[in-house]
């Protein structure tokens, strides 16, 4: 059984905006019996491994976040959340799945389709989570021919190491192995507007990670803790978009 402790990391020591304090205040109040375990400074060595390491001193926080969430899960087992996913629903009836995740849907026409680990369980000493740590021992923080991070994002990370024993890229429920990947309705994308009695949790994709510029209203609402109402905003213009493509097709 996958114990019921969420882990998080929180690193850089900064203040956490309104939209993180208010999901983090979700896990609580949906999941009061579980423990809420923080990965910081304070109990994780930054220093472990090179792209950890280089991550950290460049300030990247959420690539220091993409190796630790398999560390802490597989060395203690229980269920890892990024900050800037809401729960609905207690996650109790995935407990007894030896790991399991969701997926992802983003981009036009939804054509990008991965292995979700923004959320995700397992129990302690998982193989998929093992060789989803050691897969950054090895590798630089940068690509130095290309400039970039290695590997990518966390998900590419995830999915290429699963997809050579059967996982395919759909947005539906597969099993591989013992590794249980559910839709995106369980642990939804934002931007499928879900109905809130059929999801467990919502990713809002806060993006702290990304650079360079995103138009005056997306760096005065980063600058002025105002990302939640952002992102509100950012899913209602999406949800009219498609009513007006929708319309449009008729």
Known sequence: MIPKVIHYCWFGRGKQPYLIRHCI????KVMPEYELKCWNEDNFD???????????KARKWAFVADYVRFYALYHEGGIY????IETLKPFDQFLDKPFFAGTEVRGVNNKYISVDVSTFGC??????AKQCME?????????KSTGKVSGDVVQVVATNILLPIGYRKENKDQQIKDVYIYSNQYFANKENNPNRQEV?????????WV????GYFYSFARKHDLMHIYRKIEVLTSFIRRILAFREKK
């Open 25 to 28: 205040k979700s896990w609580k």
């Open 46 to 56: 930054v220093n472990k491994i090179p792209f950890v390491r280089d991550a950290y």
């Open 81 to 84: 959340l990024d900050t800037d």
């Open 123 to 128: 129990i302690k000493g998982h193989w998929y």
């Open 135 to 143: 897969w950054y021992h090895d590798k630089p923080f940068l690509d």
């Open 200 to 208: 467990y949790s919502i990713h809002y994709f806060d993006g702290s």
């Open 211 to 214: 650079d360079g510029k995103h």
